[in-house]
């Protein structure tokens, strides 16, 4: 009699392989190739008895599969173990080998919907944001997943593609910390759905939670992954460039999920204008865009104890480079945190940068510009040609002054373009 088909699944990093006929389900997990073949760890169940064996099994070696049918043979001899056995192992072997096949190349309109975040956090690419430790990288995190899953701007200026499920990994903190700040969040908002923000303490690095992990993101359709954060997702070296390329690799995997991967920056780096991810160059290189996080804290004046996060985007292959954003954050003496729009904190932007935001205001001549951004006019001048050849700003008239008539420059832009915050 011909037993039917049996049928292949994927599902994580695990291979399911179904017979029907005979009410069984063969479970290939942790599969590795060695030199001597393609070896798993295979489960067998029954629906009936339940979990019949379990074994590391080379799915090449006629031994090894010898010795699985006669176990299995002495639990349930009716089934055809060799055909099951034999058959299965080549299945699975054909999937994991096959690989992803080439596909046509073909022109596409970009969508503005293959954003999270627009113009800064793209759909199913991986994004680093890095700052110094205390920076409220952990806190920001939190709060863009929020902003997705509820589908609102939790009264602050967030543009955030919707969001069914999140995964944090969390090597650093507790449960307990970024339950806190969940609470405050959403305390005079909503409570999100349950189930919507699921948490994961991470122990060892991503090396070796990879398969879990993959198969959580399938199980629960997760799709957004927050890495919190990536020196201890490396493990040893976490500076070398080997580190950088394996668990950004790793996290290229979780290719239905979009992943924002929370990193921070050396001592050096730190006091530099602008700054880099901790790790190797590749960090920066793999990542398909990268915003700095710099934290000043309110200390005086109507709301001390508020802090403002500053955002500069400093790396982006998927478009523009966006200019610099802020978000405060406002904490109560109840616990509540409420999120609104804030000024950036400009001074470590780059010169052109400035430039514009000090043109926001007006129009300004080269000694105006010199001294309100505190860099000399002959750099001002120069960076003022070459914007004008981008567009960016225009000759406006002349003013007479004590040296005779300055230029007037002002914004090329009679808008000024919102930021995606």
Not at 130 to 135: E, L, N, V
Not at 169 to 184: F, K, P, Y
Not at 198 to 224: H, K, N, Q, W
Not at 347 to 352: D, E, K, L, V, Y
Request: proline share 6%; with cysteine.
């Amino acid at each position: 009699v011909r037993v039917a088909d049996p049928q292949i699944q994927q599902i994580g990093d695990s291979w399911w392989v179904v017979w029907p006929a005979y009410g069984l389900t063969l479970e290939f997990d942790h599969l590795r190739e060695h030199g001597d073949g393609l070896s798993a760890e295979v489960s067998v169940v029954s629906e009936v008895t339940g979990e019949l064996h379990w074994a590391r099994l080379n799915l090449a070696a006629t031994q090894g599969r010898a010795q699985l049918v006669k176990a299995l043979t002495e639990r349930e001899a009716r089934i055809e173990w060799p055909t099951v056995i034999a058959r299965s192992a080549r299945m699975v072997a054909r999937a994991v080998r096959a690989g992803t096949p080439a596909q046509p190349l073909v022109p596409v309109e970009p969508d503005a919907s293959r954003w999270l975040v627009p113009g800064l956090i793209p759909l199913h690419d991986s994004t680093v944001i890095f700052g110094d430790g205390g920076a409220g990288k952990s806190l920001l995190a939190l709060s863009l997943s929020l902003s997705g899953v509820l589908g609102h701007a939790l009264g602050g200026p967030w543009r955030v593609a919707p969001v069914s499920k999140v995964l944090y990994l969390d090597w650093e903190a507790q449960q307990n910390d970024h339950a806190g700040r969940l609470w405050g969040l959403t305390r005079a908002l909503e409570t999100p759905p349950d189930g919507a923000i699921l948490y994961r303490p991470m122990l060892r690095p991503l090396e070796d939670e990879i398969t879990s992990v993959r198969a959580e993101c399938d199980r629960y359709g997760v799709d957004l992954v927050i890495c919190d954060s990536f020196g201890p997702a490396c493990g040893p070296e976490p500076e070398s460039n080997d580190a950088a390329v394996r668990t950004l690799g790793l996290l290229r995997t979780l290719t239905k999920a979009t992943r924002v991967v929370l990193a921070h920056i050396s001592k050096a780096s730190a006091e530099q204008r602008i700054a880099r991810p901790f790790g190797g160059v590749y960090v920066q290189n793999l990542a398909r865009s990268t915003i700095e996080v710099r934290r000043s804290d309110h200390e005086d004046g109507e709301h001390p104890g508020d802090t403002t996060l500053t955002l500069s985007h400093r790396k982006s292959n998927n478009g523009p480079i966006q200019k610099p954003s802020a978000l405060r954050f406002a904490f109560s003496d109840t616990g509540v945190i409420t999120v609104s729009r804030a000024e950036p904190d400009t001074s470590r932007a780059s010169i052109p940068t400035r430039i514009l935001e000090a043109l926001a205001s007006g129009a300004k001549t080269v000694p105006e510009l010199a001294e309100e951004i505190a860099v000399g006019a002959d750099i001002v001048r120069v960076k003022l040609n070459e914007m004008e050849k981008r567009t960016n700003v225009v000759r406006i008239g002349t003013v007479s002054g004590t040296r005779g008539n300055k230029t007037l420059w002002g914004r090329a832009d009679t808008k000024r373009t919102e930021p995606p915050f």
